[in-house]
Nanobody
Framework: QLRFVESGGGLVHTGGSLNLSCAASGWTSDYLAIGWFRQAPGKEREGVSCISSSDGRTKYADSVKGRFTISRDNAKSTVYLQMTSLKPEDTAVYYC???????????????????WGKGTLVTVFS
């Protein structure tokens, strides 16, 4: 059974950086598009970024463009989210999720995401 485990969350000052990892185990994730989502306290879940499986195309939410970078290393079955210039509004639990092949039309669309991790908490303080 495919499982995702997120790591790399923590406490960081405004303007700081964190690198999140999403490690897959139990089955190959090479054919999956992997998305990062986040949910802040009292708010709905929102999409952050996505990377397709075959061509590595990426998508970003407008709120993180230019600050976050998604990448993948299929040899390690791991997807990364490099986060820079962090803001307090980036505080949330970050989840990775997977669906077949391609990212959805909207980075916020989670309907097709069949596999989810349990999340890692990112807290940005001012």
């Amino acid at each position: 059974q495919l499982r995702f485990v997120e790591s790399g969350g923590g406490l960081v000052h405004t303007g700081g950086s964190l690198n999140l990892s999403c490690a897959a185990s139990g089955w190959t994730s090479d054919y999956l598009a992997i998305g990062w989502f986040r949910q802040a306290p009292g708010k709905e879940r929102e999409g952050v970024s996505c990377i397709s499986s075959s061509d590595g195309r990426t998508k970003y939410a407008d709120s993180v463009k230019g600050r976050f970078t998604i990448s993948r290393d299929n040899a390690k079955s791991t997807v990364y989210l490099q986060m820079t210039s962090l803001k307090p509004e980036d505080t949330a639990v970050y989840y990775c999720a997977g669906q077949n092949l391609f990212c959805p039309g909207s980075v916020h669309d989670a309907v097709g995401m069949a596999y989810w991790g349990k999340g890692t908490l990112v807290t940005v303080f001012s």
